[in-house]
């Protein structure tokens, strides 16, 4: 079993920054992605937002690109989702999950397996 808590969650106005947390027990090494959950949207719809593989890879929706950077703190066992140049359309409850079957080609993760958080609330208004 690995625990996952995020983290970091506020209303902010456009322009703004965030940076989500998530802090994950048990394995140290694996797969790990942020998902969102935009309002009116069922749990499949969850858009994969940024993932790092356990090589160190990297990828980034379009939506986030150049706005939104991941790191990763192996020995806090903690993932960083640092979030700039925040839209309203960034507004969502965000998860992270681990080994959620989303990969780097796909960026599609699985709700109902792996690890998942129990989301942080991301709102963001013009």
């Known amino acids: 079993q690995v625990q996952v808590t995020e983290s970091g969650g506020a209303s902010v106005q456009a322009g703004g920054s965030l940076r989500l947390t998530c802090v994950t027990g048990g394995w140290t090494v694996y797969k790990m992605a942020w998902f969102r959950q935009a309002p009116g949207k069922e749990r499949a719809e969850r858009e994969g937002?940024?993932?790092?593989?356990?090589?160190?890879?990297?990828r980034y929706a379009d939506s986030v690109k150049g706005r939104f950077t991941l790191s990763k703190d192996n020995a806090k066992n903690t993932l960083y989702l640092q979030m700039n140049s925040l839209k309203p359309e960034d507004t969502a409850t965000y998860y992270c999950?681990?080994?959620?079957?989303?990969?780097?080609?796909?960026?599609?993760?699985?709700?109902?397996?792996?690890?998942w958080g129990q989301g942080t609330q991301v709102t963001v208004s013009s």
């Open positions: 937002v940024a993932l790092i593989d356990t090589d160190g890879r990297t």
């Open positions: 999950a681990v080994e959620s079957r989303a990969t780097i080609s796909t960026m599609k993760g699985d709700p109902d397996a792996g690890y």
